[in-house]
């Protein structure tokens, strides 16, 4: 049972490139999530889907786009790579954030440097 | 808005010291209170849901509590593969399928 994979797991990216990040999961879980984390500042959500084919915007959005075709599969997208998006990203998935024995299931993350 | 505020950022303790961890919380109706462990390099891993005040939960050398404005985790007699990151995280009534984190305390537990 893999869980929450994330690809790739570490990437480089000069200003302006774009590229796509992949979350799969085998557990067959409505919700999707992806955060950041940066230095002191705790995960922060990006974007959310509360199932296939649905997408919405979580505290800061700006300057990323996703997508959910297939249910176990979470598409973030970096159209045009900036410095300040330098991070590491994580994803999570969940049946219901109400189950008390495993609300939220993340991935290791990938750690992304805008040069 | 929904708001998590952890102290301290950082904590460092002697092997069997034990301490509290503390997480503050503004949220309009809470539905849960999460706490996860993060170790470096890795995703975090859920620990405890807290569903009102008074609920207590244990797992081992941890217990967290929960009052109407702010959650504990307390560390008993701790080791250093308890050495972390531990994050605390809302999931309030008008966040719909939303949590919100707090920024984290790093706890690190010397032999």
């Known amino acids: 049972n893999a869980g929450v994979t994330q690809t790739p797991k570490f990437r480089v990216l000069k200003t302006g490139q774009s590229m796509t990040l992949l979350c799969a999961q085998d557990?067959?879980?409505?919700?999707m999530y992806w955060y950041r984390q940066d230095p002191g500042m705790g995960l922060r959500l990006i974007h959310y889907?509360?199932?296939?084919?649905?997408?919405a915007k979580g505290e800061v959005p700006d300057g990323y786009n996703v997508s959910r075709l297939k249910k176990q599969n979470f598409l973030l997208g970096l159209e045009s790579a900036a410095p300040s998006q330098t991070s590491v990203y994580f994803c999570?998935?969940?049946?219901?954030?109400?189950?008390?024995?495993?609300?939220?299931?993340f991935g290791d993350g990938t750690r992304l440097s805008i040069l | 808005e929904d708001q998590v505020t952890q102290s301290p950022e950082a904590l460092r303790l002697q092997e069997g010291e034990s301490s509290s961890l503390n997480c503050s919380y503004t949220?309009?109706?809470?539905?849960?209170l999460f706490w996860y462990r993060q170790d470096p390099g890795k995703g975090p891993e859920f620990l405890f849901t807290?569903?009102?005040a008074g609920e207590e939960k244990e797992k081992e050398r941890l217990k967290a509590t929960l009052t109407k404005k702010e959650s504990f985790l307390h560390i008993t007699a701790p080791k250093p593969e308890d050495s972390a990151t531990y994050l605390c995280?809302?999931?309030?009534?008008?966040?719909?399928?939303?949590?919100?984190f707090g920024s984290g305390t790093r706890l690190s537990i010397r032999p």
């Open positions: 999570a998935s969940s049946y219901d954030l109400s189950d008390s024995n495993q609300p939220q299931h």
């Open positions: 557990m067959n879980h409505e919700y």
């Open positions: 889907s509360v199932g296939e084919g649905t997408t």
């Open positions: 949220v309009s109706g809470l539905r849960g």
């Open positions: 807290l569903y009102s």
């Open positions: 995280a809302v999931w309030g009534y008008s966040s719909a399928s939303k949590i919100i």
